[in-house]
């Protein structure tokens, strides 16, 4: 298996800037036909990282339709590929589970689609890398709470991924790292078991151990490759790998 999915930072800075992003909705669902499939975002910054890249991509965008000039490796494997296919992009970021609720106001069951959910990160940066159990403990309530009530299946669930590889002398948590792992691996763990009653675990964690630095920007946010990788740990479970 090959350590990651997309081409080179230096490939990339080669590129040509000028490369249209598919059609992106927000509140407003109010486009094209019953049957198109309809992609969900929620959650945080692993899915609305487009401000972090001069292309202003987002793993949903990628998903919906691949920028070939940028991923070529991708072409083909996008759900615009099948047939028509949209973005409701609802992920925000910086939210954290208790901000769930509000990104899916006025969501309804669709026909055709799916929902991707990262969750987790900013909960840990907020108080859980230190938490001593009662708050892993509502953060899991919550989190059941919101996919019990979610209108939109299957249900994707991302983990969270490790920007210091597992290197100790990277963290910038400002906890003992070996506090800061264990909840860490908490949290995966509350997700992995919510993703088997509700829907199917992505494994961010596992994938962007074997990544690079490349991949992020502002130490904790996925770069312009990052978004590419992201997508591409959410592509099986779409049907497109």
Known sequence: ??????????????????????????RDEKMRGHDDFVLYTFGDSILDCSRYNERGLDPGQLLIRNDDALF??????????????????????GATVAALPAQALGIKPVKNGAALLTIGGNDLLQGLAADKGAGLR????????FLARLAVRPVLLGNVYDPTFG????????????????????????IAALAHRHGKLVDLHAHFLRGQPAWFTRTIEPSLLGASEVRCAFLPGLGLA
């Open 138 to 145: 509502a953060f899991a309530a919550s989190l059941e709470q």
């Open 72 to 93: 070529a490796q991708f072409r083909g494997k996008d759900l615009q590929s099948r047939g028509p296919a949209r973005l409701v992009h609802r992920a925000v970021d």
């Open 1 to 26: 298996m090959t350590p990651f999915c997309t081409i080179s930072r230096r490939s990339l800075l080669a590129l040509p800037m000028a490369v249209a992003a598919p059609a992106v909705l927000g």
């Open 167 to 190: 290197d100790d002398r990277r963290n910038f948590l400002g906890v003992d790292a070996r506090i800061a792992r264990a909840n860490h691996r908490r949290v995966n763990e509350v």
